[in-house]
């Protein structure tokens, strides 16, 4: 028997409709925040995400599902939504000079090691701000991100914040990070592992996503970007605090949050909860600003801020926290026939009911009543409608409540009316 791909999962029925409650509920929130929906393609250029997550990530050296297709193009599944958006937004000429608003839906494809909350395709939602730097809507898209999660239930969040500054401060915490990283400090700690000794030529900041053992050891004494940046990033990072304040958003700074793709500047923010277990596993949404992204995807100097949050993880920490799915109430109903003729009825009243948008199963014909009952209390609906021959010579329909077993007889003519009142 064939079975499903390492790292990937079916969403069975049962689940499903947690699936869709989730996305229900987010959905009202992003449109009354003022965001419309984008749908972009799964599979890209590979040299969208080479240049705008990083040559030196961990996602674009070891994760990306990259393939050559018939003619030899390289292309990759996505492995995040931003670029993608940000691409769209290009190709479609969005307006640059007002804000745009955008939220996504879809799969993303990691080549990563799976365990619980950690897949190779997984789902995410999104949203991405484009065209404005002023750190008041940082705050609010934080306190969107907030808000989609208490909406469904979910409490103790922690907001981890951070700025990770703007080019120019890099230039500086890079030559920091380097000479702490070859400092006698650090070479008497052990190596780097060879990963992070490419890190530090290319990219150092990098080296604070290393999972080995001796490089977390070194990285806790290196020095935090916080003390090189420079006096408009420190600015923004004031009034974003500011302005998170002014929301009652509580948040811990964590320096040592990076994020693990290249194109973020200054805001960097990550929301955890940490019920969930380990550290790389407890984060339900991460984003933060990507001022220079757009322009260096070809387009003009366009600030923008977003963040992405993983929907298995969301439904797992809505599990631990044993949050109540509504499960909105709807009349379902099984069609019981009895014979061939009272099928052919049957037939053309459920598909009736169903266009009137009644919720409507049944089986085909030649089955015995028993059996047909047995499926609707299997299938646990609230009533079942019975149609035999002599109901049918008397233009009526044995409505039964599931429930406390008690039934009555309904004509035909009035059933559409009769079942509208349940
Ligand atoms: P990132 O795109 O890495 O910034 O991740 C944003 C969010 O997506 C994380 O906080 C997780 O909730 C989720 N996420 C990232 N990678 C995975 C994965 N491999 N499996 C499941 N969820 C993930």
């Known amino acids: 028997m064939i079975k499903r791909l390492r790292g990937t999962y079916d969403v069975l029925p049962q689940d499903a409709i947690k699936w869709q409650y989730v996305e229900d509920v987010f959905s009202v929130i992003l449109e009354r925040y003022g965001y419309r929906e984008i749908?972009?393609?799964?599979?890209?250029?590979?040299?969208?995400?080479?240049?705008?997550?990083?040559?030196?990530?961990?996602?674009?050296?070891?994760?990306?599902?990259t393939f050559l297709d018939q003619k030899g193009r390289s292309i990759t599944l996505r492995p995040e939504g931003t670029a993608s958006v940000v691409r769209a937004f290009l190709e479609?000429?969005?307006?640059?000079?007002?804000?745009?608003?955008?939220?996504?839906?879809?799969?993303?494809?990691?080549?990563?090691?799976?365990?619980?909350?950690?897949?190779?395709?997984?789902?995410q939602v999104g949203v991405e701000a484009i065209g404005s730097a002023i750190p008041a809507l940082d705050a609010e898209v934080i306190s969107l991100a907030m808000c989609l999660?208490?909406?469904?239930?979910?409490?103790?969040l922690k907001l981890n914040l951070n700025s990770v500054g703007c080019v120019d401060c890099r230039r500086v915490y890079y030559e920091k990070l380097k000479d702490y990283f070859n400092s006698s400090t650090v070479v008497t700690m052990g190596k780097l592992c060879p990963t992070c000794q490419k890190r530090l030529e290319k990219n150092p900041m990098r080296i604070f996503d290393c999972k080995e053992e001796n490089c977390q050891r070194t990285i806790e004494k290196a020095p935090t970007i916080a003390?090189?940046?420079?006096?408009?990033?420190?600015?923004?990072?004031?009034?974003?605090?500011?302005?998170?304040?002014?929301?009652?958003?509580?948040?811990?700074?964590?320096?040592?949050?990076?994020?693990?793709?290249?194109?973020?500047?200054?805001?960097?923010?990550e929301i955890t909860y940490e019920k969930m277990g380990s550290p790389q596993q407890n984060a339900l949404a991460a984003g933060g600003r990507y001022d220079n992204l757009i322009q260096?995807?070809?387009?003009?100097?366009?600030?923008?801020?977003?963040?992405?949050?993983?929907?298995?993880?969301?439904?797992?920490?809505?599990?631990i926290a044993k949050v109540n799915i509504p499960t909105g109430k709807k009349v379902e109903?099984?069609?019981?026939?009895?014979?061939?003729?009272?099928?052919?009825?049957?037939?053309?009243?459920?598909?009736?009911?169903?266009?009137?948008?009644?919720?409507?199963?049944?089986?085909?014909?030649?089955?015995?009543?028993?059996s047909q009952l047995r499926e609707a209390d299997r299938l646990c609906v609230g009533y079942t409608l019975i149609l035999g021959g002599d109901e049918l010579s008397r233009?009526?329909?044995m409505l039964r409540d599931m429930e406390n077993s008690t039934q009555r007889e309904i004509p035909l003519k009035d059933l559409e009316d009769e079942l509208a009142k349940l």
């Open 333 to 370: 109903i099984y069609f019981v026939s009895l014979g061939e003729v009272a099928f052919q009825e049957a037939f053309k009243i459920i598909d009736r009911l169903r266009r009137k948008g009644f919720y409507v199963y049944a089986t085909t014909s030649g089955r015995s009543l028993k």
């Open 395 to 397: 233009r009526v329909v």
């Open 92 to 123: 479609g000429s969005i307006s640059p000079d007002a804000l745009t608003k955008l939220y996504y839906w879809g799969d993303m494809f990691r080549y990563d090691r799976p365990q619980k909350g950690r897949y190779r395709e997984f789902c």
């Open 227 to 269: 003390e090189s940046l420079c006096s408009n990033c420190t600015l923004a990072f004031e009034n974003l605090k500011k302005y998170l304040s002014l929301l009652d958003i509580p948040f811990v700074l964590n320096t040592r949050l990076v994020r693990g793709l290249d194109y973020y500047t200054r805001t960097a923010f």
């Open 149 to 156: 999660l208490e909406t469904l239930g979910l409490k103790d």
């Open 39 to 65: 749908r972009t393609p799964v599979i890209e250029e590979t040299s969208l995400f080479t240049r705008s997550i990083g040559e030196t990530t961990d996602i674009v050296t070891k994760e990306m599902y």
């Open 296 to 319: 260096e995807l070809g387009g003009p100097p366009t600030p923008a801020i977003g963040f992405a949050m993983g929907m298995e993880r969301i439904l797992l920490a809505m599990e």
